[in-house]
Nanobody, 123 residues
Framework: QVQVSESGGGSVQTGGSLTLSCVVS????????MGWFRRAPGKEREGVAY???????DYAASVKGRFTISRHNAENTLYLQMNSLRDEDTAMYYC?????????????????WGQGTQVTISS
């Protein structure tokens, strides 16, 4: 059974930093696509960032320049370094993985999802 587990969420002041981690287990090989999504109450889930097995990355415009996504293929781990956090970043953050041949910030690129970790920004 494939398992996705996020950690690192919490509360942080505006302008602060936080790092999220994700471990994907149950894959015989590293998933091609790994990404972070988020959902705020009353809003649709949106793609935050993704990274391919070979290091190609993309970010949502709202986080570009503030967030950095990275991965360690040998351990199937994924990270999201978040800096200069704003109130608008408050959301449940989800880790996702998929075996497709292409990746995107749309959820159709991903097969397995975690339960989420809450990030709350306070002023």
């Amino acid at each position: 059974q494939v398992q996705v587990s996020e950690s690192g969420g919490g509360s942080v002041q505006t302008g602060g930093s936080l790092t999220l981690s994700c471990v994907v287990s149950g894959y015989s090989s590293s998933p091609y696509c790994m990404g972070w999504f988020r959902r705020a109450p009353g809003k649709e889930r949106e793609g935050v960032a993704y990274i391919t097995e070979y290091g190609t990355k993309d970010y949502a415009a709202s986080v570009k320049g503030r967030f950095t996504i990275s991965r360690h293929n040998a351990e199937n781990t994924l990270y999201l370094q978040m800096n200069s956090l704003r109130d608008e970043d408050t959301a449940m953050y989800y880790c996702a993985a998929g075996d497709g041949t292409s990746c995107s910030l749309h959820d159709h690129s991903y097969d397995v999802w975690g339960q989420g970790t809450q990030v709350t920004i306070s002023s």
